[in-house]
């Protein structure tokens, strides 16, 4: 097999997103769309992949950059395409980096969904004189590129701009994906010219120029219009986010995994699900997320870079996420409603965090309790424990931040702050309303409230004064 190179074309303007970013740029599943197409590809073993740009260039450079940082896979090569002057033109600038042995293959940066497998079968079907289109038969193909056969034999592409009523009439349309073998591009290619109704060098030339060389051409169907789905606007961006969610969503339940409502589940990263899941309706999962056995999401839910161990509750309106650090829910715990786990939050099992209540960096044992108004960052709770309503770990004193620690058993009254560094000992109970600075006894009950004062000939003021 010869070694493979991708091209992805991103250098055009895409007008009808009536946007300032680049076309490219804009999200699909809370990533880029080109970040799809580069993962998609990432999965062929590519010798090679360069990305084309023009519009907004820098941006689209700068952002793949940084995601090929965070996927952890090299930056593709870029081209630039100035001005832009069509597909070919824009697949000429790139031909410097594409060596002679190889297979070429030209992807859209602005069809997100496109699968390996898909690229792999044109790939496989391209020979050393075999040049190898990705087609499309569609109910409605105004404005797509139309597919010229002789019964196996593809001999050219019409754009719809030049094309006669006969044509117009083909519903088999190229979906801008082709394979090539790279020498033989290289002598096509200069071969284009712009004599027609866009005055642009179309890259679907090739066709003819290639079966006039001799060469076969052939078209794959692909089966599922998802995948060669490209983006020109705001609603076909908004109608393919809904149908890739929508399908996998289906492939969840597929697993066994329990919707109110299908449509209203939004994945932007991976869930893994075990047995008896159920989620709620307009819950949100982003980066990595697993829900154990008999997990259970109420409605409203955002749920990031998180384990939700097995028979776990999160009830509605709660907000999880863990960034890079993660957040760990244990076994049986009840989460919310609105609750806040922040990066660091480590609930171990049977754990009870209820309304208004944010950990960050913060483990609780087993059982413990923080059921309402509460903030706990970098504190270490013991098992058992019972935090009281409105008490919060005052773990930053401007410049660093300082752990608390809270033994097992032990009983923080409501509205208590602990000031960090502090430690709280086993069994120790802290009274209400206590500000607490210095390390409390285990088993011993502490208060600091301050006296009370009462100040003499203070008036209320007027209403309205
Ligand atoms: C192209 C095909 C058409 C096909 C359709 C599928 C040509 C001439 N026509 O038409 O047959 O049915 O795709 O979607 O290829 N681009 C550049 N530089 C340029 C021009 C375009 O990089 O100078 C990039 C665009 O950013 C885009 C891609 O190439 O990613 C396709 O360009 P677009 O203008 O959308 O082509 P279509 O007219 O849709
Ligand atoms: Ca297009």
């Known amino acids: 097999m010869p070694p493979v190179d ?7 303007k895409g007008t009808r997103m009536k946007s300032a970013k680049p ?10 769309l080109i970040e799809h197409v580069l993962e998609a590809v990432a999965l062929l073993g590519a010798r090679q992949v360069a990305v084309v740009t023009g519009h907004g260039a820098q941006d689209v450079e700068d952002a793949l950059a940084r995601g090929a940082d965070r996927a952890k896979r090299p930056a593709p090569a870029f081209v630039r395409q100035e001005p832009q002057l069509g597909t070919g033109h824009a697949v000429m600038q790139a031909l410097p980096l594409l060596e002679d042995d190889g297979v070429t293959l030209v992807l859209n940066g602005d069809v997100p969904l496109v699968e390996p497998g898909t690229l792999q079968a044109l790939v496989d079907r ?3 004189r075999q040049l190898v289109l990705l087609s499309v038969v569609r109910d409605d193909p105004t404005g797509y590129g139309r597919i010229l056969r002789s019964g196996e034999a593809v001999w050219g592409i019409v754009e719809q701009k030049d094309a006669n009523e006969d044509e117009l009439s083909i519903r088999e349309v190229y979906t801008g994906v082709l394979a090539a073998p790279t020498a033989l591009l290289k002598r096509w290619l200069p071969r284009i010219g712009n004599r027609n109704a866009q005055g642009e060098y179309y890259l679907t030339d090739v066709v003819k120029i290639a079966s006039e060389d001799g060469a076969d051409v052939v078209a794959l169907k692909a089966a599922d219009l998802l995948q060669v789905e490209g983006i020109n606007s705001p609603h076909e961006l908004a109608a393919l986010e809904r149908a890739h969610q929508r399908r996998k969503a289906h492939s969840l339940m597929d697993r066994g995994v329990r919707f109110a409502d299908p449509e209203r589940f939004d994945l932007r990263g991976t869930l893994e699900c075990g047995q008896d899941v159920e989620i709620d309706v307009n819950c949100l999962f982003e980066g990595d997320v697993s829900l154990g056995d008999g997990v259970r999401i109420g409605a409203n839910c955002v749920v990031a870079n998180a384990r939700i161990e097995a028979g776990a509750v999160i009830h509605p309106f709660t907000h999880i996420d863990g960034e890079r650090s993660g957040v760990v829910v244990g076994e049986g715990a009840l989460v919310g409603p609105f609750a806040r786990l922040r990066p660091g939050a480590n609930l171990a099992a049977q754990v009870h965090v209820g309304n208004f209540v944010e950990i960050k960096n913060s483990t609780l044992g087993h059982g413990a ?3 309402h108004l509460a903030y706990l960052g970098d504190a270490t709770v013991g098992e058992r424990v019972n935090y009281g309503a409105g008490s919060i770990t005052a773990n930053y004193d401007g410049a660093n931040k300082h752990r608390t620690v809270v033994e097992a058993d032990a009983h923080i009254g409501s509205n208590c702050v602990l000031v960090a ?13 206590s500000v607490i600075t210095k390390d409390a006894p285990a088993g011993k009950l502490s208060v600091a409230r301050g006296r009370q004062v009462t100040i003499e000939g203070w008036k209320r003021p007027a209403k309205g004064g």
């Not at 991708?6 to 055009?12: D, E, K, Y």
């Not at 076309?23 to 880029?32: I, N």
């Open 369 to 371: 309790k923080a059921n």
């Open 126 to 128: 391209c020979g050393p």
């Open 23 to 32: 076309k490219v740029l804009h999200r699909l599943a809370g990533r880029p």
């Open 6 to 12: 991708v091209v992805i074309m991103a250098a055009g």
């Open 421 to 433: 560094p502090v430690s709280i000992g086993e069994g120790a109970t802290v009274g209400a309303g």
